[in-house]
């Protein structure tokens, strides 16, 4: 592989620089006083040369007379053999001349490493289902340096090239075959073997939910905004899903629209904890309302596996059963952190009393639903004692829906037939939040 054109320009221009900041110019009579030339100077026949490669130098006096066969050429302060020089390792090298009585200015090439081979590895060679494969890829160098290119690198999964770049969601046991190309070089094809051997757990941690149904319009909103930055520091456990709807939000969208009206809303603020209870008023007196349902173990739970690479999201939804539940349903949000938009505020106690707050950041927004947002059933026979209930999700963000793909979280919620919560996770892209 060659060094980039730019970053050869750029230190063309140095190496120019200091060639002619060493070049002799006084004027001096030199040699032996008489009419000879009074100065010599090399020059190569580059300034880069990958490695193996040789490089020429020549020797001129100041007249313009070749005196290349005349002189002694010398690399880093020692002579060689004739004038044409092959490096025997990377790295840079000044070059100096002697010619009668004269000695030419030091110039430096530098000799690059060149890549000779590229190799994938895997996090794990066998791996339960559920989990994601983790491929790194990289370049050695003629040095025998290995340099991670997994960023530069194109991964193949089964043939098919990864839409998520270098993580890769299973969906089902079987074996894995994958390679990775990188410059002009192609990496031999490794196997992960992947196998459903994971026991499903009996009891999970519990955790909670709020529905703030909210609007950047609503200046009584951010008294809700603020009982949740309390429930948040007071537990890691508390999922949020921020709904926006009514007169014009940005924000609001088909599915918070279906959930309002499901869920009875007419007025904001209103925040529902558990999709079961009006979360009581003023919400920041009543923060134990909520924290208090993430005590104690359920006995089923769900975990949560993603992937992604620019617009291309991959996920796996893991719902593990303890028990036999009739009826169940998932529920699965795609959320967004970090969107800023000004807020109305009413609370000349919150937010220092400005209205409206600029630069508001809006977290947890609903972005879209993957199911019905009351849940899509899950088939009888997977919501039974001791088994794990899989699905798995490739979604492409479409243009312009979300701010950052980057700020994306996913919310998966098991609920019952009375749509109540039965337990809740979430996980950001590109990570993996298992069982616990």
């Known amino acids: 592989?060659?060094?980039?054109?730019?970053?050869?320009?750029?230190?063309?221009?140095?190496?120019?620089?200091?060639?002619?900041?060493?070049?002799?110019?006084?004027?001096?009579?030199?040699?032996?006083g008489n009419n000879g030339p009074n100065s010599i100077a090399v020059n190569v026949s580059?300034?880069?040369?990958d490695f193996g490669d040789s490089?020429?130098?020549?020797?001129?006096?100041?007249?313009?007379?070749?005196?290349?066969?005349?002189?002694?050429?010398?690399?880093?302060?020692?002579p060689i053999s004739g004038n044409v020089y092959t490096a025997a390792t990377a790295g840079s090298y000044t070059i100096t001349a002697t010619y009668d009585n004269l000695t030419s200015p030091g110039i430096t090439i530098q000799v690059l490493p060149v890549i000779v081979s590229a190799t994938m590895i895997a996090n794990e060679t066998t791996l339960n289902l559920g989990s994601?494969?983790?491929?790194?890829?990289?370049?050695?160098?003629?040095?025998?340096?290995?340099?991670?290119?997994?960023?530069?690198?194109?991964?193949?999964?089964d043939e098919e090239q990864s839409i998520t770049g270098s993580s890769y969601i299973p969906e089902s046991v079987g074996t894995i075959s994958a390679y990775a190309t990188f410059d002009n070089f192609t990496t031999e094809t490794i196997m992960v073997t992947v196998e459903d051997n994971a026991a499903t757990p009996a009891t999970y941690n519990r955790r909670s939910l709020v529905e703030d149904y909210t609007g950047d319009w609503c200046g009584y909103c951010t008294r809700v905004a603020v009982?949740?930055?309390?429930?948040?520091?007071?537990?890691?456990?508390?999922?949020?899903?921020?709904?926006?709807?009514?007169?014009g939000d940005p924000y609001q969208n088909q599915y918070g629209v279906q959930m309002a009206n499901n869920a009875g809303v007419t007025g904001l603020p209103t925040a529902i904890v558990n999709r079961q209870a009006d979360w009581a008023f003023p919400e920041t007196n009543n923060i134990a309302q909520v924290t208090n349902l993430t005590e104690g173990n359920m006995t089923s739970?769900?975990?949560?596996?993603?992937?992604?690479?620019?617009s291309s999201?991959?996920?796996?939804?893991?719902?593990?059963?303890?028990?036999?539940?009739?009826?169940?349903?998932?529920?699965?949000?795609l959320l967004e952190n970090g969107l800023v938009l000004s807020q109305r505020n009413y609370y000349p106690e919150y937010y220092g009393g400005q209205d409206p707050i600029p630069n508001f950041v809006h977290n947890h927004v609903l972005r879209h639903s993957f199911t019905n947002v009351l849940g899509d059933v899950i088939?009888?026979?997977?919501?039974?004692?001791n088994n794990t209930y899989r699905t798995k999700i490739n979604y492409n963000i479409p243009p312009g829906s979300v701010g950052n793909p980057n700020n994306l979280e996913i919310v998966a919620m098991l609920v019952n037939s009375n749509n109540t919560i039965i337990n809740i996770n979430k996980a950001e892209v590109n990570t993996e939040v298992v069982f616990d």
């Open 132 to 157: 994601r494969i983790k491929y790194t890829v990289f370049a050695t160098d003629s040095q025998g340096n290995d340099i991670d290119v997994t960023e530069g690198s194109n991964i193949y999964i």
């Open 313 to 333: 999201l991959s996920f796996m939804v893991n719902v593990g059963f303890g028990e036999t539940i009739n009826g169940a349903k998932l529920v699965i949000f």
């Open 301 to 310: 739970g769900v975990s949560i596996t993603s992937a992604s690479s620019g």
């Open 227 to 247: 009982a949740i930055e309390m429930v948040e520091d007071a537990s890691d456990d508390v999922v949020i899903v921020a709904t926006h709807v009514f007169n």
């Open 55 to 78: 490089v020429t130098i020549n020797v001129n006096t100041s007249d313009g007379v070749n005196v290349t066969s005349e002189s002694t050429v010398l690399v880093n302060g020692a």
């Open 379 to 385: 088939p009888a026979g997977e919501a039974v004692a």
């Open 46 to 49: 580059s300034f880069f040369v």
């Open 1 to 32: 592989m060659k060094i980039k054109n730019f970053t050869k320009i750029f230190l063309f221009v140095a190496v120019a620089a200091l060639v002619s900041c060493s070049s002799s110019d006084s004027g001096e009579d030199g040699g032996d």
